[in-house]
């Protein structure tokens, strides 16, 4: 197992068997970058990860604690591993289906609030200073998209794609195609993308995802 999914495992075990509670200190950056032989930087994206489901939280100057919500976060996460052994192909493969086919739910769904956390998603991406903090926030604009359309099961869907965007594999990838050039050509087709949806304007969301998953299909896999 790799450096990353080992301690993503290792929290989420802590937090099963309930070793570590609500309102539990987490370990600080620094410490579980010296034992994970991680960067502090793919440990902040870690922790990240983990706030945005509402299993931590985190306070300036204080640290990482434990939800209060984390039992029902944690009843809301897909099963331990499961998307271990799905692969990047099998997962774009997947994402050209379903991310197009979402555009009509999200447009007839999507409130004010939805559109703010793309923005703050879009926002942030925009703010990276490394493609794994990119990446994480990239991860978490298409998973704001999906969870506009206000479906339990999608969302459930789009969390399980987004353990398969943190493996390894799909982050090697993603390095070897990744440049500044693209990078910028993201950003301005997430921007469009939000524009279209925020305008109801269903033709053209649609058209601008699918052109996008293909774009970022050819940069990472060739076809």
Same mark, same amino acid.
């Given at each position: 197992?790799?450096?990353?999914?080992?301690? +993503?495992?290792?929290?989420?075990?802590?937090?099963?068997? *309930?070793?570590?509670?609500?309102?539990?200190?987490?370990?600080?950056?620094?410490?579980?970058?010296?034992?994970?032989?991680?960067?502090?930087?793919?440990?902040?994206?870690?922790?990240?990860?983990?706030?945005? +489901?509402?299993?931590? &939280? $985190?306070?300036?100057?204080?640290?990482?604690?434990?939800?209060?919500?984390?039992?029902?976060?944690?009843? $809301?996460?897909?099963?331990?591993?499961?998307?271990?052994?799905?692969?990047?192909?099998?997962?774009?493969?997947?994402?050209?289906? !379903?991310?197009?086919? !979402?555009?009509?739910?999200?447009?007839?769904?999507?409130?004010?609030?939805?559109?703010?956390?793309?923005?703050?998603?879009?926002?942030?991406?925009?703010?990276? &200073?490394?493609?794994?903090?990119?990446?994480?926030?990239?991860?978490?604009?298409?998973?704001? /998209?999906?969870?506009?359309?206000?479906?339990?099961? /999608?969302?459930?869907?789009?969390?399980?794609?987004?353990?398969?965007?943190? $493996?390894?594999?799909?982050?090697?990838? +993603?390095?070897?195609?990744? &440049?500044?050039?693209?990078?910028?050509?993201? $950003?301005?087709?997430?921007?469009?993308?939000?524009?279209?949806?925020?305008?109801?304007?269903?033709?053209?969301?649609?058209?601008?995802?699918?052109?996008?998953?293909? *774009?970022?299909?050819?940069?990472?896999?060739?076809?």
């Amino acid at each position: 197992m790799d450096p990353v999914a080992r301690l +993503k495992e290792n929290i989420l075990d802590n937090l099963r068997t *309930r070793t570590w509670r609500a309102g539990h200190r987490l370990p600080t950056e620094r410490a579980l970058s010296e034992q994970y032989g991680l960067s502090r930087s793919t440990v902040r994206r870690v922790l990240m990860d983990f706030k945005r +489901k509402r299993l931590i &939280t $985190q306070t300036v100057g204080s640290g990482t604690y434990v939800s209060e919500q984390v039992h029902e976060a944690l009843s $809301q996460l897909a099963p331990a591993n499961s998307g271990a052994s799905i692969s990047p192909a099998e997962l774009m493969s997947a994402r050209l289906v !379903l991310e197009p086919a !979402l555009i009509e739910m999200v447009i007839g769904n999507a409130t004010t609030a939805d559109f703010e956390r793309m923005d703050e998603c879009n926002h942030h991406a925009e703010l990276a &200073t490394t493609l794994e903090e990119f990446e994480h926030w990239d991860a978490a604009l298409h998973e704001a /998209i999906a969870l506009a359309a206000h479906n339990s099961f /999608i969302a459930s869907v789009f969390r399980l794609m987004n353990e398969v965007r943190a $493996q390894s594999e799909w982050g090697m990838l +993603k390095r070897r195609s990744a &440049t500044p050039e693209r990078r910028l050509e993201y $950003q301005r087709e997430h921007r469009a993308l939000v524009a279209a949806l925020r305008d109801r304007d269903g033709e053209r969301a649609r058209r601008l995802c699918l052109d996008h998953l293909l *774009r970022v299909r050819t940069n990472m896999l060739g076809f």
